[in-house]
């Protein structure tokens, strides 16, 4: 048997393509090599601010509007009964709402109802 055949790849039946592809193997290293030097390398710079800022972007792609400091949720921890928070979970999921709005939703109530009638110690 031949050398040659012996060293090639069994081909892939459904692509007859070889099942893993070895370029630099098969063009040897020197004339990888070859190939590489004229890639000018060398002649690269680094991004000005204002390139690597249009180049984020870019690269980002669209994605939602930023929203206005105004307009952006806060995170809070807060501690409910697990009685209640089940409750309030069925309410919420019944309704096709989340438990964020369904919080929110109660207190816009409470403060709506309140109008500054109510002091706080």
């Known amino acids: 048997m031949n050398s040659a055949k012996t060293n090639k790849r069994k081909a892939n039946k459904r692509t007859k393509q070889p099942a893993t592809l070895t370029p630099m193997k098969e063009m040897g290293l020197a004339e990888a090599s070859k190939k590489l030097e004229g890639i000018g390398f060398e002649q690269t710079r680094e991004l000005t601010p204002g390139e690597r800022a249009s180049w984020d972007r870019a690269r980002r792609g669209p994605g939602r509007p930023r929203k206005s ?21 069925g309410y919420a999921q019944r309704q096709g709402i989340s438990r964020a709005e369904l919080i929110a939703r109660g207190l816009m109530a409470v403060l709506a109802g309140d109008r500054g009638h109510r002091q706080t110690a």
């Open 69 to 89: 400091a105004a307009e952006k949720a806060a995170r809070v921890l807060v501690t409910i009964a697990p009685s209640l928070l089940a409750k309030a979970d």
